[in-house]
């Protein structure tokens, strides 16, 4: 197969990928939804959906790659997304592997997009034109849901929160929850928490870092400590963050916690 990628220029890839490699979370959900999890030899360490996956050995971080190993598994396809994986894409096709790169989405139509990519990479253009359609159904349902300000934060090591040009912030409007720094002309930055009590939301909505428990009373402490006196929501963490097909199942469950909170307010 041979193609062009607007990043990593002319690639000569097998016909067929029987054993591939995914260091994308998103990557490793969009494999399972098309029904080719079977394929996948190897993951990144961020690779933790669906559970099948965490009897697969970890070759990499996000932005790095245990080179000796991977090569040891004889991957016929190794996938990654761009953004901070850019360097690392390039990386491992100079020495030779057999690399695609997917786009970094900027909005929730960008996953299907990517489904769409994959399934004409795959050779299974049908399933994956059947999937991008029954979750663009799935999203139109959720269209204008809230009228509401909110305050997006996720925990990235530090409180992070959204922008113009995110996919997150483009389906939390699609919701109807219009974030407060849409004004901002930067996708993700550390938000300054004096100006988020000026500009007073609705609702603060936070997503922890995975595998946290008690999400909602993080939330609702962080709240307090702040003197925020706003309604919480909060995810389960790494699910708006998380660009894979299972994002607008993410999404159904983000909106009916929403409606929960603002019933109890």
């Known amino acids: 197969m ?39 030899v190897g993951r990144s360490a961020f690779c933790h ?17 245990r080179t000796d ?3 040891s598994l004889k991957p016929d396809l190794v996938l990654l997304s761009t953004g901070v994986q850019r360097e690392q894409a390039l990386r491992l096709k100079e020495e030779g ?28 253009e049908e399933r994956a034109a059947e999937l991008a359609h029954g979750l ?3 999203y139109g349902r959720l269209k204008g849901r809230f009228d509401l ?8 090591g530090g409180p992070i929160t959204v922008g113009r040009g995110s996919y997150i912030a483009q ?5 109807g929850l219009k974030p407060i720094f849409l004004d901002v002309p930067q996708a993700y930055f550390p938000p300054d928490l004096e100006e988020v009590k ?36 909060a995810t389960d963490g790494d699910e708006l963050a998380h660009y894979g097909p299972m994002f607008f199942a993410f999404l159904e469950k983000l909106a009916g916690r929403i409606e929960e909170t603002l019933a109890q307010a």
């Open 171 to 175: 389906a939390l409007l699609h919701l």
């Open 49 to 65: 959906r669906p559970a099948e996956v965490l009897s697969l050995p970890v070759l990499a971080s996000y932005t790095k790659t």
């Open 198 to 233: 000026r500009r007073r939301p609705d609702l603060f909505l936070y997503e922890p870092k995975p595998w946290g428990k008690n999400p909602l009373a993080k939330a609702r402490a962080l709240a307090e400590e702040r003197g925020w006196d706003f309604p919480v929501a």
């Open 97 to 124: 592997f057999p690399v695609y790169a997917v786009p970094l989405p900027t909005s929730p139509y960008g996953i299907l997009e990517n489904l769409s990519t994959l399934g004409h990479l795959l050779d299974l």
């Open 2 to 40: 041979k193609i062009f990628h607007e990043l990593l220029g002319p690639l000569d890839l097998p016909d067929r990928f029987g054993r591939i490699v995914s260091l994308a979370p998103n990557l490793t959900d969009a494999l399972f939804a098309l029904g080719v999890g079977d394929r996948l």
């Open 136 to 138: 663009s159904q799935r």
């Open 69 to 71: 190993f991977l090569r």
């Open 149 to 156: 300000k909110v305050y997006f934060e996720m925990d990235l």
